[in-house]
């Protein structure tokens, strides 16, 4: 089994992406009480900081075994939290994988940078031939932002990029 745990931090021209537990839990606590860019998998949000801090145990736990990539996402020049990009689908037998994030709508411009960079990411380190992103409802400025790095709209609120 791959070792996930030399891949942070991963940084971006304006961003840098490490894992949930370098980020304060008020932090990621805070996000999900702000509006939102979100894939459909990532529209379930904790509620209450208890919760939250459970939900980051449980992601480092699938980080730590091999399971998915996830990382918190800081502006690298004002260290402001805007987000989280996780990269799945090493438990399936094909070899498609899936993007799933959350960013402050307030930082939307940071959407292209990050998934750009999980794609780039992917195709440097996996067997990956395809990756997707899957909302409920994609905004026109949000198929804006993954057509304008490549991907093609498959189906209703479904993106594909081939790598």
């Known amino acids: 089994m791959l070792s996930f745990e030399k891949f942070h931090p991963v940084l971006t021209a304006h961003l840098t992406l490490d894992w949930l537990t370098q980020t304060p839990v008020k932090s990621i606590d805070d996000l999900f ?33 091999g399971k998915e990539l996830t990382w918190g996402m800081t502006d690298s020049n004002s260290q402001a939290f805007v987000g989280i990009v996780s990269l799945r689908g090493f438990e399936e037998a094909g070899n498609t994988g899936s993007i799933e994030f959350i960013i402050d709508q307030s930082h939307r411009g940071y959407l ?44 209703k609120n479904q993106f594909t990029v081939n790598i």
């Open 112 to 155: 292209a940078e990050a998934v750009q960079r999980t794609v780039q990411f992917a195709k440097d380190h996996f067997d990956f031939k395809q990756i997707t992103v899957t909302f409920s409802d994609a905004s026109d400025q949000t198929r804006s932002a993954l057509t304008g790095i490549g991907f093609e709209e498959s189906s």
């Open 33 to 65: 009480s702000k509006p939102s860019i979100t894939t459909a998998k990532a529209e379930k949000m904790p509620s209450e900081i208890l919760d939250t801090v459970k939900n980051i145990n449980h992601i480092m736990r699938l980080v730590m075994n």
